[in-house]
C-alpha cells in the first residue's frame, strides 16, 4: 500500500499532476440535480480518457470527512508532446543561470531587528513550514518538444 501522501498513483510509478475534487453526500434519494452533475462528471471523465490523461479516483470514505471524492489526473509524455505540438510551444527554454555579486566591496548583510515581533514571524513561519522532501523541486524552465521520448531531450 502507496503511503496516502504521496505524489504518485498506487502503482507508484505515475504522479499525479492534477486532483480534481468532488462532494457527493448519500442522504437517500437522489434529486434530479444531483443525477445531472453525477452523469456531467461521468462525460467530463470518459472525455478526459479519450484525450489520453490517465485517472485514477479515490473513493470517498478514504477522505477525512467520508463525502469527497479524489480524481488523480496524470498526463503521459506522448500526450503532453501532442498537446505541445498543438499549442505550438517551442522547445525547453535554456536555464537562465545566476550569480549572486555584492555591489560593493564594502557592503554589509541587513541585520533582522531582535525585537518581539521579527521573533513571532520567524516561529510562525518554522510552524508553516511544509516538508520539502515530499515534493520534489521543479525545474525553472517550460519543457515541451515537437515530439519524441523524454529519454532523447
Keep these: 500500500e502507496l503511503d496516502p501522501n504521496s505524489l504518485y498513483f498506487r502503482d ?11 462532494e457527493e453526500e448519500d ?6 440535480a444531483e443525477a445531472t452533475r453525477r452523469d456531467q462528471r461521468k ?34 509524455w506522448k500526450t ?14 535554456k536555464k537562465f543561470i545566476t550569480f549572486s555579486v ?20 520567524k516561529r510562525w513561519n518554522e510552524f508553516y513550514e511544509y516538508d520539502h522532501t515530499k515534493i520534489e523541486e521543479e525545474p525553472s524552465f517550460y519543457n515541451a518538444t515537437k515530439g519524441g521520448d523524454p529519454e532523447e531531450q
Excluded at 12 to 22: E, H, N, S
Design 12 to 22: 507508484g510509478k505515475r504522479k499525479i499532476d492534477m486532483v480534481l475534487v468532488y
Design 102 to 121: 555584492p555591489a560593493w566591496d564594502g557592503e554589509k548583510k541587513e541585520e533582522k531587528p531582535d525585537n518581539f515581533l521579527a521573533k513571532w514571524q
Design 43 to 76: 462525460i467530463f471523465q470518459e472525455n478526459l480518457i479519450k484525450d489520453g490523461l490517465e485517472l485514477e479516483l479515490e473513493h470517498k470514505d478514504r477522505s477525512y470527512d467520508g463525502k469527497t471524492w479524489f480524481l488523480k489526473v496524470h498526463l503521459p
Design 80 to 93: 503532453q508532446n501532442r498537446f505541445a505540438e498543438v499549442m505550438g510551444i517551442k522547445y525547453p527554454i
Design 27 to 32: 442522504l437517500g434519494v437522489m434529486t434530479e
